[in-house]
């Protein structure tokens, strides 16, 4: 089965310092995605970026890039020059065909706290 | 073009009643999932759906809970005789295709509250 683990409840993070959010995953797919979301305090999920299992450079997308190490099955989020605007659950997930279901399978979040 | 629409945005029900959240997902989006977040929790899979077919229910209760998406409106995932603990903010999450490179649009939610 698909499993993805957080091992971070929480972090705190200096503003306009860099932060890593840890991501680990499990599958026996050769073809799946793996996804960041953002949850603010209002509830609603927000994508922040996307890797895919056979993409070979790193994502990026503005403050945020993914740090991608298949043979780990290691894909950690860093937010570069942290705002305020940061706080908030951030959730690792992936995506894949196992038993023919693409289902978004959820970590259990890491709660960020970006102090000023 | 508008997001993924979940209405209500919050429900309030008693026990015993029944609870019917509404999900519209993204125009050209033909692939539904729900999800539901208990409180410091990530979210959980409940049910995917395309349009009139449930593809994969593994993530769904065997009993009082049920979910559609008919040929024409909304997805409903319906919850009957509702109890404290189905109290939760449920997800409801579209994508135009079940290919794993696709990202999943998120609803707004819908927050139960169970009295």
């Known amino acids: 089965a698909q499993k993805i683990t957080q091992t971070q409840p929480g972090m705190f993070v200096q503003e306009k310092e860099a932060v890593t959010l840890d991501c680990t995953y499990d599958?026996?797919?050769?073809?799946?995605?793996l996804f960041w979301y953002k949850q603010p305090s209002s509830g609603e999920m927000i994508f922040l970026i996307y890797?895919?299992?056979?993409?070979?450079q790193n994502a990026t997308e503005g403050r945020y890039s993914l740090n991608f190490q298949k043979a780990r099955k290691s894909a950690n989020l860093v937010i570069s020059a942290s705002q305020l605007g940061d706080s908030a659950m951030y959730f690792c997930?992936?995506?894949?065909?196992?038993?023919?279901?693409?289902?978004?399978?959820f970590g259990k979040g890491t709660k960020l706290t970006v102090n000023p | 073009n508008a997001g993924v629409m979940q209405n209500p945005r919050h429900l309030v029900r008693r026990r015993g009643q029944e609870a019917r959240l509404r999900c519209s997902p993204m125009?050209?989006?033909?692939?539904v999932y729900w999800y539901r977040q208990l409180p410091e929790e990530g979210l959980k899979f409940m049910v995917y759906?395309?349009?009139?077919?449930?593809?994969?229910e593994s993530g769904m209760p065997k009993e009082r809970f049920s979910a559609e998406f008919p040929k024409e409106g909304p997805s409903i995932l319906r919850i009957q005789q509702v109890v404290r603990g189905d109290s939760a903010a449920y997800f409801c999450?579209?994508?135009?295709?079940?290919?794993?490179?696709?990202?999943?649009?998120f609803g707004s939610g819908t927050q139960l509250s169970v009295l």
């Open positions: 999450a579209s994508s135009p295709s079940g290919t794993d490179n696709e990202k999943l649009f």
């Open positions: 599958t026996s797919d050769q073809s799946y995605g």
């Open positions: 890797q895919g299992s056979y993409d070979e």
């Open positions: 997930a992936m995506r894949g065909s196992q038993g023919g279901s693409e289902k978004l399978v």
């Open positions: 125009k050209g989006h033909s692939h």
């Open positions: 759906l395309q349009k009139e077919n449930i593809i994969d």
